[in-house]
């Protein structure tokens, strides 16, 4: 079965500084990877994905994630914080090892810049 | 395109009552995402439809909930009768292909007091 794992609750950075946000995952077959995030009271919006290609995926709002394969790891970076980045941020994973077209959510990271 | 759209936003309602949620996906989007998020249990997804043919319910969490897609441009989701544990922010998402990301819409917020 695919699942997520999100090992952080929360993420504290100072505006400026560069901030990473963990996710691992396991799957059976090759991996889809996803970052979202959400704002309060929105629902969640897409900043990126990966799916093949290149392991250094650049997305929406200067974020980018890395793809490793052997640390089962995707873990999502920005090298400069800003306090708007302030939110929940949720990694999910679609298992290409199966049939199951949804994905599987991680728990979710808060994320709080501070000025 | 306005996005997905869910009504109501909020919803209060009494124990026993029940209560249907609604939700129009992207149009050309084939697949429909039903989750619900609450602090104890994150993203949950509850059921999804492909081309309005529900494909996996496992996570429904019993008979009380249902859902359906009548049409490729609007889907429900019920509950009867509803439980003060029924209460969280339910989502629906919607997608071109599983290989491209899910949109989701804003959530309806329900309290079952």
């Known amino acids: 079965a695919q699942s997520v794992a999100q090992p952080e609750d929360q993420v504290n950075v100072a505006e400026g500084n560069p901030l990473t946000v963990k996710c691992t995952y396991s799957?059976?077959?090759?991996?889809?990877l996803f970052w979202y995030v959400q704002y309060p009271n929105r629902g969640l919006q897409f900043l990126l994905k990966y799916i093949t290609g290149d392991n250094l995926v650049k997305g929406s709002y200067g974020f980018e994630a890395e793809f490793n394969k052997s640390q089962t790891s995707f873990h999502l970076k920005k090298p400069s914080a800003l306090v708007s980045d302030s939110a929940l941020y949720f990694c999910a994973v679609r298992d290409m090892g199966t049939g199951r077209r949804a994905l599987t959510f991680g728990s979710g990271t808060r994320l709080q810049v501070q000025p | 395109d306005a996005g997905v759209i869910q009504s109501p936003r909020h919803e209060v309602t009494e124990m026993g009552q029940e209560v249907t949620l609604r939700c129009k996906p992207i149009?050309?989007?084939?697949?429909l995402f039903w989750y619900r998020q609450t602090m104890m249990r994150g993203l949950e997804l509850l059921i999804y439809?492909?081309?309005?043919?529900?494909?996996?319910d496992s996570g429904m969490p019993e008979d009380r909930f249902s859902a359906k897609m009548p049409n490729a441009s609007f889907s429900t989701l019920k509950i009867q009768p509803s439980e003060p544990r029924d209460s969280a922010v339910y989502f629906c998402?919607?997608?071109?292909?599983?290989?491209?990301?899910?949109?989701f819409g804003p959530g309806t917020r329900l309290t079952v007091l």
């Open positions: 998402a919607s997608s071109q292909n599983p290989q491209l990301e899910q949109f």
């Open positions: 149009s050309g989007h084939d697949y």
């Open positions: 439809f492909n081309n309005n043919v529900p494909i996996d």
């Open positions: 799957v059976s077959g090759n991996p889809y």
